[in-house]
């Protein structure tokens, strides 16, 4: 055969690759149209939609699963919201919220009438490269289908995400991804632009399920969270603190970096001709957080580090700048005032003397001036689940010459115990040459 017949032949399998996918998607919509259904939290004294998301039944009883983002109001606020469910073909209904699992990310409802399809849960994963598809309500607009790729789950994160080629918009969350048999393999919850998107892996849905099963449903949906947050920062304060940390250089200090995989670092150096001073910045963080309500977020570790020196400034001078650049610290998650009390803080001055400085170092560093630190420890406490804190940490040392180190950490969600034990390792791991 002909270099140009091989071509000609390529491109047509390819044309009818496409082409077959594309029949099979429309089948697939066509099959389960029907198990598909728009979630909207309602304002009960204005009878209007307050949030909307996207919904499947899972069981031909009526379970529909989506997003605990979608359904939160409803759970912090029951007096205030309630649920109902849109199908496809204009029925619509109340929706009673069962189970949730706020780690995921995940609930199950049951509607008032059960509709006639419901979707099987996959029992094994897709390859990676294989084209998935999923379905929702963006924007609004109607039910829609999105193929797109299985990457695998996502790295970076301490919770379970994974990575779909695809795009996922505003009102698709909570809907189901397929493969080609129409199973689901994993909910949609979040994009990143640019068709990046993320899914809720089907295991955790399937797990969920199985508790409600064995169970039964939930009436104190508070309880459930607040224990479902209590083991998830026990899980995320063992894997840290087994973890081996390794130090990395900042200026002349060492700095905690990476301690697993799901904390991040990214750094910067600002040397501008025209500043006296020049800072080397260091900040490291989980990338994701565990949702509560629209301004409430939990579960989130991240600290970073700011180097500053300058050898033109007299001490007070500096000092003083150093100050005015490091003024402004904030706490790394968002919470209201109907969420956390106000931050306690305790505050304490530490003096040491600098350690052993490295051969290549400037000789005068040997007659350098004892390093002070200001140290602020700030606690605040969940209003709903009194024995976890947002914890703030910084630390502002100084040897009053030209030199200075700020280190800051914040733990959101955790207990006393957790911080504490946190806190001594962290602090045990910095050092001044």
Same mark, same amino acid.
């Given at each position: 055969?002909?270099?140009?017949?091989?071509?000609?032949?390529?491109?047509?399998?390819?044309?009818?690759?496409?082409?077959?996918?594309?029949?099979?998607?429309?089948?697939?919509?066509?099959?389960?149209?029907?198990?598909?259904?728009?979630?909207?939290?309602?304002?009960?004294?204005?009878?209007?939609?307050?949030?909307?998301?996207?919904?499947?039944?899972?069981?031909?009883?009526?379970?529909?699963?989506?997003?605990?983002?979608?359904?939160?109001?409803?759970?912090?606020?029951?007096?205030?919201?309630?649920?109902?469910?849109?199908?496809?073909?204009?029925?619509?209904?109340?929706?009673?919220?069962?189970?949730?699992?706020?780690?995921?990310?995940?609930?199950?409802?049951?509607?008032?009438?059960?509709?006639?399809?419901?979707?099987?849960?996959?029992?094994?994963?897709?390859?990676?490269?294989?084209?998935?598809?999923?379905?929702?309500?963006?924007?609004?607009?109607?039910?829609?289908?999105?193929?797109?790729?299985?990457?695998?789950?996502?790295?970076?994160?301490?919770?379970?995400?994974?990575?779909?080629?695809?795009?996922?918009?505003?009102?698709?969350?909570?809907?189901?991804?397929?493969?080609?048999?129409?199973?689901?393999?994993?909910?949609?919850?979040?994009?990143?632009?640019?068709?990046?998107?993320?899914?809720?892996?089907?295991?955790?849905?399937?797990?969920?399920?199985?508790?409600?099963?064995?169970?039964?449903?939930?009436?104190?949906?508070?309880?459930?969270?607040?224990?479902?947050?209590?083991?998830?920062?026990?899980?995320?304060?063992?894997?840290?603190?087994?973890?081996?940390?390794?130090?990395?250089?900042?200026?002349?200090?060492?700095?905690?970096?990476?301690?697993?995989? $799901?904390?991040?670092?990214? =750094? #910067? *150096?600002?040397?501008?001709? &025209?500043?006296?001073?020049? +800072?080397?910045?260091?900040?490291? !963080?989980?990338?994701?957080?565990?949702?509560?309500?629209?301004?409430?977020?939990?579960?989130?570790?991240?600290?970073?580090?700011?180097?500053?020196?300058?050898?033109?400034?007299?001490?007070?001078?500096?000092?003083?700048?150093?100050?005015?650049?490091? $003024?402004?610290?904030?706490? =790394? #998650? *968002?919470?209201?005032?109907? &969420?956390?009390?106000?931050? +306690?803080?305790?505050?304490?001055? !530490?003096?040491?003397?600098?350690?052993?400085?490295?051969?290549?170092?400037?000789?005068?560093?040997?007659?350098?001036?004892?390093?002070?630190?200001?140290?602020?420890?700030?606690?605040?406490?969940?209003?709903?689940?009194?024995?976890?804190?947002?914890?703030?940490?910084?630390?502002?040392?100084?040897?009053?010459?030209?030199?200075?180190?700020?280190?800051?950490?914040?733990?959101?969600?955790? !207990?006393?115990?957790?911080?504490?034990?946190?806190?001594?390792?962290?602090?045990?791991?910095?050092?001044?040459?």
């Amino acid at each position: 055969m002909s270099t140009i017949s091989m071509r000609l032949l390529a491109l047509l399998l390819c044309c009818f690759s496409g082409m077959a996918f594309s029949q099979s998607y429309e089948q697939l919509y066509s099959d389960y149209r029907g198990s598909l259904y728009q979630v909207r939290v309602i304002e009960k004294s204005s009878n209007s939609k307050a949030g909307l998301g996207s919904g499947f039944q899972i069981s031909e009883d009526g379970l529909i699963a989506t997003n605990y983002h979608v359904v939160a109001g409803a759970v912090s606020d029951p007096e205030k919201y309630q649920l109902e469910y849109l199908s496809v073909d204009g029925d619509r209904g109340t929706l009673e919220l069962l189970n949730i699992d706020v780690i995921n990310d995940l609930a199950i409802l049951r509607q008032e009438t059960p509709g006639p399809q419901f979707m099987q849960l996959a029992g094994s994963t897709p390859r990676k490269g294989e084209t998935i598809a999923a379905m929702g309500n963006p924007l609004d607009l109607g039910m829609t289908l999105i193929p797109g790729t299985y990457n695998g789950i996502a790295s970076g994160s301490f919770y379970d995400r994974i990575h779909f080629s695809g795009s996922i918009n505003p009102g698709m969350s909570g809907g189901p991804t397929v493969n080609t048999d129409g199973e689901v393999v994993g909910i949609n919850v979040a994009t990143a632009g640019n068709q990046v998107s993320f899914l809720v892996p089907v295991e955790k849905l399937s797990k969920l399920y199985r508790h409600l099963r064995e169970h039964g449903n939930h009436t104190d949906l508070k309880a459930m969270t607040h224990r479902q947050l209590l083991a998830n920062q026990k899980a995320i304060i063992d894997t840290i603190l087994d973890a081996e940390w390794k130090t990395r250089a900042l200026g002349e200090a060492r700095v905690v970096g990476e301690i697993v995989p $799901s904390i991040q670092c990214w =750094g #910067n *150096t600002h040397d501008d001709e &025209d500043s006296a001073i020049t +800072r080397i910045d260091k900040g490291c !963080t989980g990338q994701d957080v565990v949702y509560l309500e629209d301004d409430f977020n939990t579960g989130r570790v991240e600290y970073e580090f700011f180097w500053l020196e300058s050898k033109d400034l007299q001490p007070s001078r500096f000092y003083s700048a150093y100050k005015q650049q490091m $003024s402004s610290f904030y706490p =790394g #998650n *968002t919470a209201g005032e109907d &969420d956390v009390t106000n931050f +306690r803080c305790r505050q304490k001055f !530490t003096s040491q003397e600098l350690g052993e400085a490295p051969p290549e170092s400037d000789p005068e560093r040997e007659d350098a001036e004892p390093v002070i630190a200001r140290t602020s420890y700030c606690v605040r406490r969940y209003k709903d689940f009194p024995d976890l804190y947002d914890i703030f940490y910084l630390s502002l040392s100084v040897n009053e010459k030209d030199r200075a180190l700020v280190s800051h950490f914040t733990l959101s969600g955790f !207990t006393r115990e957790s911080a504490a034990a946190f806190t001594e390792k962290f602090t045990s791991e910095i050092q001044w040459h």
